[in-house]
């Protein structure tokens, strides 16, 4: 199996409440995807069962949260396999698919009965005009767990069970040849899967307001924590706030400004709800200048004070979990661990 040594990097925040079983203070991690010398190119395969095998004590024990820069893949065929992402525990049943994004909160819960297809890849490995057809279900925002179409079921299974021969045949074929072929069988798998019943559906041709709009989500996903206006991401974007600006209004979302409220709030109703962390841990993780100015944005936004959501959410019950439980998320991880501590895995938590 491959591994990941991953290095924590600053992408989650400060201030975990008690119980998390990390220290206040301690950064959620963000993986990178490191394969280990003799592995070709940024995409790793194994299965569910071999990687719980291999890591019989991490990364559920204890359960804890991080992010990962690669998408990870995994189709369930048999046994159900429950897995917390952004806070809310999905449930894939056999025949379904798992879809981990770069930038996810995750938390792996106890291993199961489940087994099938592990997938690991990052986004340079598809070439550029599949990556451009798959943009809807490559995107943070689509399906965490998808059902793909009756006819295509036995198909995706199948390739991916393909891909997985073809990535343990390392020698086998020239590395070119062997690494093209794990390309081909990838982009394939994932163009029968981005037709799936609820997948986003393929945008119309891109403008250039709306391939600025993208990147100005791009740049929000990673940056949301520290940058909170809209100058901010015009200068990284390299345009105007009013060129921005239109470019948000043009997706009928708002402007920019709301967009960015808008992931920022995401992220506090996120840890203020099921994940279980205090209104101070939310301010300092979302770098507000103190607890009181990030209550005065909560309730512009919500009309509920940070306290009176929290309670309102437990009220609602959301289904407790390793992660939930703790205030965090655990990791997207990679397959392939090389890791000197446990945090460090890209497949960690």
């Not at 952004?86 to 909160?105: E, K, S």
């Not at 990535?167 to 798998?189: E, I, V």
Request: contains cysteine.
């Amino acid at each position: 199996m491959m591994v990941s040594g991953g290095q924590p990097g600053t992408d989650a925040g400060t201030g975990l409440p008690a119980g998390t079983g990390l220290p206040a203070g301690t950064p959620t991690p963000l993986y990178d995807f490191q394969p280990p010398a003799g592995t070709p190119y940024s995409l790793e395969v194994t299965t569910i069962e071999d990687f719980h095998a291999d890591h019989d004590d991490w990364p559920w024990n204890p359960a804890r949260p991080g992010r990962a820069t690669f998408h990870y893949l995994i189709l369930v065929t048999s046994g159900v396999l429950k897995h917390d992402v952004d806070h809310i525990t999905r449930t894939v049943n056999p025949g379904q698919w798992l879809w981990v994004r770069p930038g996810h909160v995750q938390c792996w819960h106890p291993p199961s009965t489940a087994t099938g297809p592990f997938i690991l890849f990052e986004p340079d490995v598809l070439e550029p005009g599949t990556a451009r057809l798959l943009a809807p279900v490559t995107a943070h925002d689509a399906p965490a767990v998808l059902t793909p179409h009756p006819d295509d079921a036995p198909w995706a299974e199948r390739t991916a069970r393909q891909l997985l021969d073809e990535h343990r045949a390392l020698g086998r074929r020239p590395l070119g040849l062997h690494h093209a072929l794990r390309r081909s069988l990838l982009q394939a798998l994932l163009l029968r899967l981005a037709h799936s019943p609820g997948a986003p559906a393929t945008p119309s041709p891109t403008t250039r307001r709306a391939a600025l709009h993208k990147r100005f989500l791009d740049a929000l996903e990673l940056h949301f924590r520290e940058l909170h206006h809209v100058d901010d991401y015009a200068r990284l974007l390299g345009c105007s706030v009013r060129t921005l600006t239109r470019a948000a209004q043009g997706t009928g979302h708002g402007g920019a400004r709301q967009v960015i409220d808008g992931r920022r709030l995401l992220e506090a109703r996120r840890l203020l709800g099921p994940a279980g962390w205090t209104a101070r841990a939310v301010a300092a993780h979302l770098n507000f200048p103190d607890p009181a100015d990030f209550g005065r944005f909560f309730r512009h936004h919500t009309g509920l004070t940070p306290a009176a959501y929290a309670v309102q959410a437990d009220h609602q019950g959301s289904s407790s979990s390793p992660c939930s439980g703790q205030g965090l998320e655990a990791p997207s991880q990679g397959l392939s661990l090389n890791v000197a501590q446990p945090a460090a895995h890209c497949c960690r938590s």
